[in-house]
Every structure is written in structure tokens, then in C-alpha cells.
């Protein structure tokens, strides 16, 4: 009986034995022709080991002839087939895995996405859907991905680090100092970002740059005046001095009238003649007097009273702002004046019908 050469392509499948069957073309395999290949273990870089391959004869067909073991066996799915003593070895691209490189590897399978990123298969590749706060491929953080830049900072990557590029107007190494930073507006002046400088809106009473000037007649600045001693804007009308002291205006004027009179004009002009209530009020006003002048006390029931629609009290006798021995005279036609001394200007009662100069004051601030 002749023997013949028989050569065709084969298939096998792996088996429990640690053995691979291989069949024609990928059929199941028939009675005539079957080849065992033993393997080992597989190895640490995807490839086997075939330590020994048997083309058994059947009872129908003659001796097969040996040949290479990769023409006889091929890797599958593009895998490398490379000879070794006693078999050979298949080297498997990225995506598959086994003796033959015909398992698919599931892409997700080596955890790929980072930071709670979640791996979806997309064929022999994969997709990460990252976290909102992160955004880099397979979510891996970089110093740019918590957008550390503040007020539209604009963030670049150096190498492990990063760097924030501001906008013009805006500093510091996260772009958070503003135009505003500092608190520029004094005041309550609400500062304002106009690009890259800021603008100050100036509440009721206040003005110049920052909101620095403030009217001295506003209760609520009463406390800076008093502490700076000095008023930026006055709330008096014109040609009325402001006492930062009493928050009051005065207006000493010129003409001589008696003290009936002085008073009506006073309240001509919303005021009336002036309470006095301390020493340093006289001595403040002792820079625009020089001679005795008209203030609005008088004398009613025997006790001086002061007469103001502001300010209607009586006026002790033993009060310093009196002059030494003085009031002396009770009766109801005698009014109250500033009298100039050696020690400087006091109360002092003289008759209401002399005339001249007076000082009419208010604490109802005109110029608000």
C-alpha cells in the first residue's frame, strides 16, 4: 500500500488534558487524520510553549509528513508565530490572549479609568466616563483639572505643576485678588469691577475719590468726624459754619439788633438764637466773635431758660458757662449774652432791648 504526503490546514481546541485537538479547516475532525499538541503552562508575555507535537496515522490514510509547526498550526487573529525547540509560540497582539491569541482581552478588565471613572467597552477599546471635576484621558488628575484659576483665570500645565494666566486687573497665584481686593471704597462705598479697574458707588453723603469725603452732618459718620477731627463736606448752607462737635451750623451775623428781633431773623432762616451747652462750644465760637454778642437765653418765671424749639431747658445759675458772679438779675426783660472777659467769653444776663450782633444756630442740618 502506498503511503502518500498529506498536508492541509488545520484548527485545534484546547482540552483539560493541556492538550489542543486539531481538526481540517476548522471541522470537526474525522476518523482519518487528528494531531495532539501537549503544551505547558502559559507564560507571563501571552505566548505557550509546545513541547511536543504527534500526527497520529489512522487506519485509511498513510504517514504524514513532518513539517514546521507554524505551517502546520497558525496563530490566530493576527497573532505571531514564532518556532521553538520541540513546538512554537504564538505572540498575541494587545487585544486577545491564549494559546492561539483567539481570546478577546475585555479592555476594562486592567481598571483603566482612574478616580472613580467608569470603563465602557467600545469593541477592542474603551471609553472612560470621568467624574465631573476631572477631565483628563482615563481620569487621571492633572494640576489643571480642579480649575484652581479663579475670575476667568485661564490655567496651563508645566510640567508637574501649572500656572494661572489672569486677566488684566486681576493678581496672585490664583487670579483671586480682584480691582475690589483691599476694600478700596471707605465709607460703605460699594466697590464695583469695571474690567480691569473698579469703581466706587458713593452712598448718600459722600464723595471723592474711594468715598474718602463724607458729610459731617450724616449721625451715621458722627463718630469718624469726631475722630478725625475734620469735616470733608459740610452740611451747612453757605456762608453757616459746622461744629463737628454739636453736629450743629451757626450764623453770626453782622447787623446789631435787639434780642427780640436777633431771634426772629434766626427763625426766619429755620434756626433761632443759639443754645449754648458747653465750654468748648464757646470756645469754638470765640474764633468768629470779638465783641458781646446775642445768644437765645432769656429770663421767664425769675429762671433763665434757653428759647429754641431744639433745645428749651432752663439754665442752672451754678453752670460754669456763667461768668463769675453772674446771672444777677431775674426779672423777665433780661436775656442771656456771650460777654467777653480777661478769662475769655461767658453768659452773662443783660437788658433784651440793647442791640446788637447775635449767633443763631440749628441741629436740623439744612445741606443733607
Not at 505643576?161 to 493678581?171: A, L
Not at 485678588?177 to 469695571?194: D, H, R
Not at 448752607?237 to 434766626?266: H, M, P, Q, V
Amino acid at each position: 500500500m502506498n503511503l502518500q504526503q498529506r498536508s492541509r490546514p488545520v484548527s485545534f481546541g484546547i482540552y483539560e488534558n493541556n492538550t489542543e485537538r486539531h481538526d481540517d479547516d476548522g471541522k470537526m475532525p474525522d476518523k482519518s487524520y487528528q494531531s495532539l499538541v501537549r503544551v505547558k503552562s502559559q507564560n507571563e508575555d501571552n505566548t505557550h510553549d509546545v513541547i511536543q507535537h504527534e500526527e497520529q496515522l489512522q487506519e485509511s490514510q498513510g504517514l504524514i509528513n513532518c513539517k514546521s509547526a507554524c505551517a502546520l498550526f497558525s496563530c490566530r487573529n493576527n497573532g505571531q508565530c514564532v518556532e521553538v525547540v520541540g513546538g512554537y509560540k504564538c505572540f498575541c497582539s494587545s487585544e486577545y490572549t491564549g494559546l492561539t491569541c483567539k481570546t478577546l482581552i475585555n479592555p476594562c478588565s486592567r481598571s483603566p479609568c482612574k478616580n472613580n471613572g467608569v470603563c465602557t467597552e467600545n469593541g477592542y477599546d474603551y471609553q472612560s466616563v470621568c467624574p465631573k471635576e476631572v477631565s483628563a484621558s482615563d481620569c487621571r488628575l492633572t494640576p489643571c483639572d480642579n480649575f484652581p484659576c479663579k475670575n476667568q483665570g485661564r490655567c496651563e500645565n508645566i510640567g508637574s505643576g501649572r500656572n494661572c494666566n489672569c486677566k488684566e486687573g486681576y493678581t496672585g497665584k490664583d487670579c483671586e485678588k480682584t480691582p475690589c481686593s483691599g476694600s478700596p471704597c471707605k465709607n460703605g462705598g460699594f466697590c464695583l469691577i469695571w474690567g480691569s479697574i473698579y469703581h466706587c458707588t458713593y452712598p448718600l453723603g459722600t464723595s471723592g475719590i474711594n468715598c474718602k469725603n463724607i458729610s459731617c452732618g450724616f449721625p451715621e459718620y458722627r463718630q469718624n468726624v469726631l475722630k478725625q477731627k475734620r469735616c470733608n463736606i459740610s452740611p451747612c448752607l453757605k456762608y453757616w459754619r459746622f461744629n463737628i462737635a454739636t453736629f450743629s451750623c451757626y450764623w453770626t451775623d453782622t447787623r446789631k439788633a435787639n434780642w427780640g428781633s436777633a431771634n426772629e431773623i434766626c427763625q426766619s432762616k429755620g434756626s433761632s438764637l443759639a443754645f449754648i451747652q458747653t465750654l468748648e462750644e464757646i470756645k469754638w465760637l470765640e474764633q468768629f466773635i470779638s465783641e458781646d454778642i446775642w445768644v437765645g437765653g432769656r429770663v421767664v418765671n425769675n429762671k433763665y431758660r434757653w428759647h429754641s424749639t431744639e433745645y428749651n431747658y432752663t439754665i442752672d445759675i451754678r453752670s460754669p458757662l456763667w461768668a463769675r458772679n453772674e446771672p444777677r438779675i431775674f426779672f423777665n426783660n433780661y436775656c442771656v449774652q456771650l460777654w467777653e472777659t480777661t478769662e475769655g467769653f461767658f453768659l452773662d444776663d443783660t437788658a433784651c432791648y440793647c442791640a446788637q450782633r447775635f449767633i443763631c444756630k440749628t441741629t436740623n442740618l439744612p445741606g443733607i
